[in-house]
């Protein structure tokens, strides 16, 4: 069995009834997130954060470095690359072990969020859509939709009431802007998701899409301030 990861946990500062897994992206690790988690946590103190590391791996764009990794890059910017199947869905199931770490202590799927960045945006995507739980919602930063026709048969039964919030940037040269409207066509055409859903429609399922002007491959203060708005309404604290 697959070693457990390794994680950062930055503790809810009232009583814990919430959980956001937020995955980081490629060559950074958990720490590169936690200001963000230390930030939000005055408005939304019920919530534990888990960041996990990715575990160091040969990333074949960048010359076969090892470096922190959820998954093996062929090339970078291309919508039709080849992907890297066994690692994603190895991730996925990290990434779902660290959900059931969660539910058997106490929290319940459906106050659990599933997030990320770039590579981590893309893996929370793919776990989201693909568990066997109905969790409370997923986010995706300059993310994309990998291994489209495996998650058209993966897909799970709670994927269409999946309240999904999405940024990304117009600017971006990395996941490049029209990687993530082709994620979103596909989602819409053959998986049946609905998209571009208002914010205050959003707890019914679909993504709710957000494009950030001038916006490279980072996140920037508008974005979290959605971001935020968005988490705080799918999991919000509770008495």
Do not use: C
Request: charged residues 20%; hydrophobic residues 45%.
């Amino acid at each position: 069995m697959a070693a457990a990861l390794k994680v950062l946990t930055v503790a809810p500062r009232a009583k814990h009834t919430a959980t956001i897994i937020f995955v980081h992206g490629l060559g950074d690790s958990g720490y590169g997130w936690k200001p963000v988690a230390d930030m939000f946590a005055s408005e939304m103190p019920h919530v534990k954060w888990v960041l996990p590391h990715a575990p160091k791996i040969q990333i074949t764009a960048n010359g076969g470095m090892l470096m922190p990794g959820w998954f093996d890059v062929f090339e970078f910017g291309s919508i039709n690359a080849r992907e890297d199947e066994a690692g994603i869905l190895k991730t996925a199931h990290a990434l779902n072990q660290l959900i059931t770490a969660e539910v058997d202590a106490g929290i319940p799927a459906d106050r659990i969020v599933l997030g990320g960045f770039s590579q981590g945006a893309a893996m929370s995507l793919f776990t989201g859509l693909t568990t066997e739980r109905r969790l409370a919602g997923v986010t995706v930063l300059s993310g994309w939709l990998s291994l489209r026709n495996k998650v058209k048969v993966m897909l799970n039964d709670h994927a269409k009431k999946l309240p999904i919030f999405w940024g990304h940037g117009k600017s971006d040269q990395i996941v490049r802007f029209d990687r993530a409207t082709a994620s979103i066509e596909f989602i819409k055409g053959e998986l049946g998701l609905k998209t571009l859903v208002s914010p205050d429609k959003v707890l019914e399922g679909g993504v709710e899409w957000h494009a950030y002007d001038m916006l490279a491959h980072s996140a920037n203060d508008r974005e979290l301030q959605d971001l935020k708005t968005f988490l705080q309404k799918v999991v919000p604290e509770q008495e």
